[in-house]
């Protein structure tokens, strides 16, 4: 058996697409464009990245975007004083602050400070809350990005979920956890593991869905994938190359063993990463389309394109 390879490219593609045509019917409807707002704090090149890239597709579907870039030592109080000017901004649907942030700011402070209504990325304890309590019909429900794409092209692959055996495997808020959440709203038998889980292989071995999060190049041996499995590979690591020069992205599992048992395989690149951003982008039209309903009770919000598979 030679997996198939799930293109996360193409997928994302469609869903891009889907949120253009939403955006267009919003502002068509109501006269409201969705308004993504971003932070970046420091000159980390990587987080410069994403966050144009973030830009650049929030554009590319038809939304409007505000950049913030403050310098690293900036003061815990400017930071939060720029959020509640956002929250209170009427034209700014969804609020990003890029992470890492430096040491000395207090992460969980930021990330609470954010209006939930704009919180795109589903990190304050509300909308943790909310995915928690499997409340399906909630408008404003706003689940994390990378489990929400990792959700979609599961059941792309899968149709129902019901039943099956699936194990995560990393335990972070931003992934794991809300992953997991997900799994179980599915009717999925979950287990959570992470580096530290003793019995990992035997664990890993009684997947039918894997979802590897831990951010540990090659923790995850092609040996341990049980045959037919669905491997979902969610990590981003840079090892160096072969010959000393440079370096590459992997993932977490050793992909050229696992796609030889697996059915279906996500490929680092090319796999979780392009629907993170896709699903972002979802996010922001939803916030947009909430916000605008708690602002018009009585009016038509748009309901195309909320993910189905919870």
Not at 25 to 31: A, N
Not at 122 to 143: C, Q
Request: aromatic share 2%; glycine share 8%.
């Amino acid at each position: 058996m030679v997996a198939r390879i799930i293109d996360g490219k193409q997928r994302a593609a469609v869903l891009r697409r889907d949120i253009a045509i939403g955006v267009g019917h919003l502002r068509d409807e109501t006269g409201i464009t969705p308004k993504l707002a971003t932070i970046l704090v420091g000159n980390d090149p990587a987080s410069a990245i994403y966050v144009r890239r973030k830009a650049e597709q929030a554009a590319a579907v038809g939304m409007q975007t505000e950049s913030h870039r403050l310098c690293e030592t900036i003061a815990q109080a400017e930071l939060l004083s720029l959020i509640d000017a956002l929250n209170r901004d009427g034209a700014v649907h969804g609020i990003l602050v890029q992470l890492p942030l430096p040491q000395h700011i207090d992460k969980a402070a930021v990330l609470r400070a954010i209006d939930p209504a704009k919180d795109v990325d589903g990190f304050h304890p509300i909308n943790v809350g909310l995915l928690a309590s499997d409340d399906h019909a909630a408008l404003d429900r706003i689940i994390p990005c990378t489990p929400m794409g990792c959700m979609m092209l599961l059941v792309d692959e899968l149709g129902s979920l019901e039943g099956l055996n699936a194990v995560v495997v990393g335990c972070s808020n931003i992934v794991g956890r809300p992953m997991a959440q997900l799994l179980l709203q599915a009717r999925c038998t979950v287990s959570i593991a992470h580096i530290h889980t003793r019995n990992l292989p035997d664990l890993v071995a009684a997947a039918d869905i894997l979802v590897s999060a831990a951010g540990a190049p090659g923790l995850i041996k092609g040996a341990w994938v049980k045959a037919g499995a669905i491997v979902i590979d969610v990590g981003i690591n840079h090892v160096p190359n072969d010959d000393g020069h440079g370096s590459r992205i992997v993932g977490d599992v050793c992909f050229d063993e696992a796609k030889e048992r697996a059915s279906a395989i996500t490929p680092v690149p090319g796999g979780v990463g392009p629907m993170t951003i896709a699903c972002l982008l979802e996010n922001t039209l939803r916030a947009a389309s909430a916000l605008q309903a708690r602002d018009l009770p009585n009016s038509e919000t748009r309901k195309k394109g909320t993910p189905q598979f919870a």
